[in-house]
């Protein structure tokens, strides 16, 4: 079986820095994406992790340790229009991503 | 590139007619999996679609169902629908062992 943990909200100061974890429990574990998806709208990919370390994109960074299970997304200088949900999704070789709830991410001036 | 895209965009039913949304995939992208989206359950994996066959299933019941053609356009069918199959149907394509890119989604109402 498969499954992910992520926080169910998060909320964060304009220009903060944000963290949000994922755990997760799958078999034949091949890489660790991370997704964005703003209300109404479809999920967009964010950023891969498929060896241990940290990847950066910009102002996003994305997290990865095998060892732990565990992965985590990080957003510099937010912005207002970072308020979305951010969903964390193994990916196993050939199979689909499985993915969680997701992580509401509300940013306040 | 163009991205993936569905039709329709939005659809109202009415409970116990039955529904098919399509999907093509991104070019060159052979692989298209469906997934449902509510607010209570979240995304939730349907079925994946490779080479016009179906690769894995998730926990559905068969009254959901799906078909991949030549062209790697797919189409899913929603039969007898129930008012609790109102939801954004999300579809994604992708190369094999990488990341899957999703089109705009269908949002379906069922009253």
């Known amino acids: 079986g498969q499954s992910l943990e992520q926080p169910s909200e998060v909320t964060a100061v304009e220009g903060a820095i944000v963290q949000i974890n994922c755990t997760y429990q799958?078999?034949?574990?091949?890489?660790l994406s991370w997704y964005q998806q703003h209300d109404g709208g479809a999920p967009t990919f964010l950023s891969y992790?498929?060896?241990?370390g940290l990847e950066e994109t910009g102002r996003f960074s994305s997290f990865l340790s095998r060892s732990d299970s565990y992965g985590y997304l990080l957003l510099q200088e937010l912005q207002m229009k970072d308020s979305a949900s951010y969903f964390c999704?193994?990916?196993?070789?050939?199979?689909?991503?499985?993915f969680g709830k997701g992580t509401r991410l509300s940013v306040i001036a | 590139k163009a991205g993936v895209t569905q039709t329709p965009r939005y659809l109202i039913k009415t409970r116990g007619q039955q529904v098919t949304l399509s999907c093509s995939p991104i070019?060159?992208?052979?692989?298209v999996s469906w997934y449902q989206q509510t607010p209570g359950q979240g995304l939730q994996f349907l079925f994946e679609?490779?080479?016009?066959?179906?690769?894995n299933k998730g926990n559905f019941p068969g009254r959901f169902s799906g078909r991949q053609f030549s062209n790697s356009r797919s189409e899913m069918n929603v039969s007898t629908l129930e008012l609790g199959d109102s939801a954004l149907y999300l579809c994604?394509?992708?190369?094999?062992?990488?990341?899957?890119?999703f089109g705009p989604g269908t949002r379906l109402l069922v009253l």
């Open positions: 070019s060159g992208h052979r692989s």
């Open positions: 799958t078999s034949g574990f091949y890489g």
């Open positions: 999704a193994p990916s196993s070789g050939n199979t689909p991503l499985v």
């Open positions: 679609y490779f080479s016009e066959t179906q690769r």
């Open positions: 994604a394509s992708r190369r094999p062992q990488e990341t899957q890119y």
């Open positions: 992790n498929g060896l241990d």
